[in-house]
């Protein structure tokens, strides 16, 4: 059996799924000041009616780095950093113990300026005299060439606690977004370290001997033993588990639009052939673009507690939270009490909602029942708009071959989603601003515990083959070979699928066949010198998509 | 160093599937090393700057532009539309305000074609600065426009198109003809009848670095511009005047193209030439970027650059002082406007279209006139098309020159002489091609 659980915001979610169906479920506050104790009540409640021997699995979503980095609550990290020529370096710098030190790369990987001992001695003494335990080492084109960064790694390992190292976090490029990673991945390690131990220790006091992998942001996992050297992976998974939850619960394959409508907000992500999104970089954390990838959503401010207002005669929904509805005691009228008295909500006190309408309808002169109709509809075309924006806006991400440009697919949602609280007394209003069918799964309440169980392992490689040079490097797996002057595009391809095979088999992550990597970019380029050929850049880049465990499904249909 | 940032709409488009042939400069990955440093320096995550997607220019676009014979299909394949369509997103985005500058950094490269097309010469079919320039006249009612090509090849295309057109002042800084293809741009060609001055040439010797640049703008080029006040500026970016490309002879840095992009501050800018792809196009696209949205510049640098090495001689600092002097002096002092208006001025040109291996002859015959470009009568005869005939009434003619276009029109047809009869209409805003063997015009209407 599987065990998934969410720590989320508000609750604490788990459930306990097997093949043949969902075996316990459980939903506990959730301690801001105590996360261990919340995924401890979550797993006690589970195992009054499971035996923890029954377990093969957990999977965990939580909160913890997103919230030390919201709180601010970072450990000062050492950054050593070499930047050579470019972009000025206040567009990277971050943190107050942030040393730019000489030497460059060039984006072929040459070492073009050495990076001198001397001036990295001292930057490690400065650190040392701060008190600084935790570092990021990060050169310009590290994916290219790690010569530096590894240099750096060297001299600094006698002193740190721990290092994040810019090649191995992503073999994308990206300087910038590199070095933010490595800051907040360092920054955050001691708190998660000391977290992730301590729900191990708990795990076991319970009984339970499975593995235990961690959610990601974009959608997928990561083993616990991984998450340790990425602490910053783990960062902003919750949206993305209820997401994997809505494709566990429904059959999904055309473009549709998913919605998770909360008390304050709707979260909006966009599905392509049946499968989420993910930002091509990353998100930004702390303000900083990073290279933490993630499933694209975009929030809006209307949800079912948000305020109806009438302001000069005309109707206002949200983005303001009073308070819960009318109905359930709140202070101002929301989106719940329209509900209520269109007759499509019956929650708490209708005749609470009742009254309150007809206050705001007074001075409009329009009818009660017709306001809240108009509130409601108002509230969900803003939500279509903001739905439409984010398809517009991935329609037109930039390509870069004719064939793509000419030939390439547009997003045509065709089906809309909704989980979340009021999904289903939005469901009807839905329908009719965005006119498609909508579904509202039947165990949506608990999508977010199901898409933490059933998700599986992503990642991710980017391969390079340099034939001109014959070296092949994969530098998040930290992989340099040599080729030789004849290979090709598919050797390259073969190479990519089988050192991410590898990988994840070294992490004993099973049921992986071939067939689930897939090959995103694989292109070979002529490298010319005075009109001949001197070799070929290959570059290939393969992922392990998200996806949930097929063998589940059916339990919770 | 300026620091007001301004948005800067990228339209980067490398065509990964496209060459000329397999070893030719311009071929899949001229752009591939350009990604990767702009990727890795984090470009498209600066504030205001942002990346877009090009479009695919369409037919009237082009037949507004070009007499493509015998058609834009049989001259063009889908990059050239996609890299003139690049320059008019960048045109699209500066006139809805949705960035202040644009930079399409597209391929293949446009300022080698001229008015007549019927193949491929020095790399380019299309003019993509003038299909943008064409844009930005008859739809977005613009009508002063300057063009600065500092490209190392002198933009024979361009000077060709706008030869006679008043309102589109075209200034070219290239490496002297006499030393590099395509053997024209010098000083005394200054623009027809109907246009004089509106062409400016500066010939530069080989050798010319940062210095010899920078001393061109500032004594030349920004004068020049001043005194003509256009209302949207464009660079024909073209980078093969760095020291490292392949097919010149210039000592250009990436720095210095930054701060020529700083002090011609264009609205829009296409990417040209440029063939050393590993040295020099990942600086000097960098540079210009930065340049364009107003960040700081001043990091960026090859890792060869040596500016000791590349320090221009001081013959030919004395050569470009004179230079400036006597363009300057042509400028101020431009020779009377030649020739009666209602006459025909005539100029005849052999025109090689290099890639493509083809000749061509043409006599051009231009309406001399004081109100408008004048109307253009060219007949022209390839080694891979007869006879034909290409009349342009042009944008903004006045009424004679739209009286003797018609005229002219009705009189090719009678001749039967030619192969071809095409007419460009800007006022009419149409375009008609009529085969010998028509009875009938095939016409289409770009409105
Ligand atoms: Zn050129
Ligand atoms: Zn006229």
Redesign the pocket.
Known sequence: MLLGIDVGGTHTDAVMIATNGIHAAAKVPTDHEDLLASVNAAIGEILRDVDPDAIRQINLSTTLTTNAIIEEKLEPVGMLVTGGPGIAPGHYTIGRHFHLLRGAIDHRGTEQEPLPDAELDAAVEACRAAGVRVFGAVTKFSPRNPVQEEQIVRRLQPDADFISIGHTLSGRLNFPRRVATAFYNSAVWRAYIDFIDAVETGVRKHGISARMDILKADGGTMPAAVSRTVPVQSILSGPAASIMGIVALCDIDEDAVILDIGGTTTDIAVFADGAPLVEPDGIAIGGHPTLVRAVITRSIGIGGDSEVVVENGDLRIGPRRRGPALACGGPVPTLIDAGNVTGTAQVGNPTASAAGFRELAAATGIDPEELARRAIARAMEQIRDAAHGLVTELNARPVYTIHELLTGKTLSPRQVYVMGGPAAVLAEPLAQAFGLPVTVPARHAVANAIGAALTRTTMEIELLADTERKELSIPNLDIRQKISFQFTLADAVAAGREHLLAFLRRQQIEDIDDDMIQVVEADSFNMISNYFTVGRNIRVSCQLKPSIRAAYREAVR | MSTDHRRLGIIFFPAYDWAIDATHPEREERLLYTQDQLREEGIFDLPGISEHKPEVATAGMIERVHFCIPEVDAVTTPSHLIAAGGAVTAARLVMEKKVDRAFAMVRPPGHHAMKVVHGNRGFCSLNNEAVLVEYLREECGVRRIAIVDT???HGDGTQDIYWHDPEVLFISLHQDGRTIFPGTGFVRENGGPNAIGATVNIPLPPQTGDEGFLTVMERVVLPILEAFKPEIVINSA?Q?NHYTDPITNMSFSAAGYARLNEMLNPHIAVL??GYAIQGALPYTNLGICLAMAGHDFSAVREPDYDPERLRQSARVSEYIDTLCAQVMELHRRPPAPAGTPGEFAVRDKSIYYDTDGITEEQTERVLICRACAGLRIIETRASSFPLSICIEIPFAACRSCREAGEKHLREAKNSLRYRLIKLIDRPGKNVESFSDQDVSPRSKYFF
């Open positions: 490209d190392c090849h073209g093969d040209e030439g």
